[in-house]
């Protein structure tokens, strides 16, 4: 099971980015992806989740409204288009996968999860 996270870059605040998730090795159908984020300093926070089976999404409340998550499950990709963003959302972005399972649908807790990206670094900074 590998992820590969890439699409992180330096963007002025307001402005926006689309991070990608990329399984490689197994299919994601049957997994819940998450994405986390640690800002320097920081402990690991839990971002959003997407259910491969489904498309069903979850956010954390910090991006609520600016972040969007969304899947497509042929090229077996996650995405996240990260709009409006702020200085507060400088950090390295995860991906992670844990297989799916609707009664602890979203997980939040990143020892949850069993499989991780390398992490892409997104700072907000004019």
């Known amino acids: 099971v590998q992820l590969q996270a890439s699409g992180g870059g330096l963007v002025q605040p307001g402005g926006s980015l689309r991070l990608s998730c990329a399984g490689s090795g197994f299919t994601l159908d049957r997994y819940e992806i998450g994405w986390f984020r640690q800002a320097p300093g920081k402990e690991r926070e839990w971002v959003s989740s997407i259910s491969m089976r489904d498309g069903t999404t979850y956010y954390a409340d910090s991006v609520k409204g600016r972040f969007t998550v969304s899947r497509v499950n042929v090229k077996n990709t996650v995405y996240l288009q990260m709009n409006s963003l702020e200085p507060e959302d400088t950090a390295v972005y995860y991906c992670?996968?844990?297989?799916?399972?609707?009664?602890?649908?979203?997980?939040?807790?990143?020892?949850?999860?069993?499989?991780w990206g390398q992490g892409t670094l997104v700072t907000v900074s004019s």
């Open positions: 992670a996968a844990e297989t799916y399972y609707s009664g602890s649908f979203p997980s939040v807790q990143a020892m949850q999860y069993e499989a």
